[in-house]
C-alpha cells in the first residue's frame, strides 16, 4: 500500500510543478519549473571534479566505497545539475557508492548529440582514470535515464568495455513519444503533462531523427547490454517508456529487474526527505549494482 506521505506529495507536485510544465513553452520556464532544491539526506559529502574533459561532482559518504555509478540527471535535456540531484547520489553513497555527476551541455543551447557525447567523454574517463569497469554503474532519471541507457549503447557501438550494471528511473526513452500512457496518463501524472513532452522533444532534437537510438534509446540494440534495473510509477505518462523498454531488453536476452510502482510521482527517489518508497526504491538500486559488481 503506498505511503500516506504520497498522497501528500502527489498534490503538491501537481500545483508546484506539474502547473508551470503544461505552460512551459521555452527552456527557461522548463528550468524554472525544476528550480526548487530538494533537501538530500545527510550524510554524504561533495567535491566538484574533471573527469574526460567535463566539469561534474563526485558524491561519497564515509568509509570504503565498493563500487563506483556514473550518475547522469534528469531535467528534460534542458534543465537541472548535480546540485538538483544530490538526493539521489547521497542516497547511492550512504550506501557505499562513490558517485560521480557530471554537468553535461543541456540544450536547446547545446542540443542533441551534445549530451550523449558528453556523457559518453564522462564515462571513458572514468574508466582511464582507473575505476574498474567491474564495479562501475551507470544510472540515470527521466531524460537522464534516457541518456544513461545511450551512453552505453554508444559504448557498445565503440567497442569499450560495459558497466557491471545500468539502473534508470521513471526513463524517458522514446522521444517519438510514442507510448500509449502520454495521453492514458495525461491527468493522472502528478508532475509531468504529456501534451508538452513533444516540444521538450524538439528542443533538444534540434531536428534529429526522432528514433535515433542515441536520442531514443528503446530503439537501441540491447544485444549484449548489462543488467539492467528499471523503476516507474503505476500513473505516470512515461510509464510506457519503461515497460516497453523491458520488452525490447528481455527480448535480446537482457537481464532485467522492473518495477511498476502505485502512486509513487516521476522519480520520486528525489523525495528522500519525505518517502518511505524513495528510501526503499534507492535500498533496491543500490543492491542491484552491488549484486552484479565483480570483484
Avoid at 264 to 270: G, N, R, S, T
Amino acid at each position: 500500500m503506498p505511503s500516506w506521505q504520497s498522497y501528500v506529495l502527489n498534490p503538491i507536485l501537481r500545483l508546484q510543478v506539474k502547473r508551470k510544465l503544461a505552460k512551459a513553452r521555452n527552456a527557461e520556464t522548463v528550468r524554472k519549473a525544476f528550480g526548487a532544491a530538494i533537501p538530500p539526506p545527510p550524510g554524504a559529502r561533495y567535491s566538484t571534479a574533471t573527469i574526460g574533459g567535463l566539469a561534474g561532482e563526485w558524491t561519497q559518504a564515509g568509509g570504503t566505497a565498493t563500487g563506483t555509478v556514473l550518475y547522469l540527471h534528469g531535467g528534460g535535456y534542458m534543465a537541472c545539475s548535480p546540485k538538483t540531484h544530490r538526493p539521489i547520489t547521497a542516497a547511492y553513497a550512504l550506501r557505499g557508492l562513490q558517485v560521480f555527476t557530471p554537468d553535461y551541455r543541456l540544450a536547446p543551447e547545446h542540443p542533441f548529440p551534445a549530451a550523449v557525447e558528453d556523457g559518453l567523454a564522462a564515462y571513458k574517463g572514468l574508466l582511464e582514470s582507473g575505476v574498474d569497469v567491474k564495479t562501475l554503474a551507470v544510472s540515470g532519471d527521466s531524460a537522464g535515464g534516457g541518456l544513461a541507457l545511450a551512453v552505453v549503447l554508444a559504448a557498445k557501438d565503440a567497442g569499450l568495455p560495459l558497466p557491471a550494471a545500468v539502473l534508470v528511473f521513471s526513463p524517458w526513452t522514446d522521444l517519438a513519444i510514442t507510448g500509449a500512457t502520454i495521453k492514458t496518463n495525461l491527468h493522472r501524472d502528478s508532475m509531468l503533462h504529456g501534451n508538452t513532452m513533444a516540444d521538450g522533444a524538439a528542443f533538444y532534437l534540434n531536428g534529429a531523427d526522432a528514433k535515433n537510438p542515441l536520442a531514443s534509446p528503446l530503439y537501441g540494440d540491447y544485444a549484449g547490454f548489462p543488467p539492467l534495473f528499471i523503476t516507474v510509477g503505476e500513473a505516470e505518462v512515461l510509464r510506457d517508456d519503461a515497460v516497453r523498454l523491458r520488452d525490447r531488453a528481455e527480448a535480446a536476452g537482457v537481464h532485467v529487474d522492473c518495477s511498476i510502482w502505485e502512486n509513487m510521482p516521476h522519480v520520486w527517489q528525489l523525495f528522500q526527505f519525505m518517502l518511505p518508497e524513495a528510501r526503499v526504491a534507492m535500498d533496491k538500486a543500490a543492491a542491484f549494482a552491488k549484486a552484479h559488481f565483480i570483484a
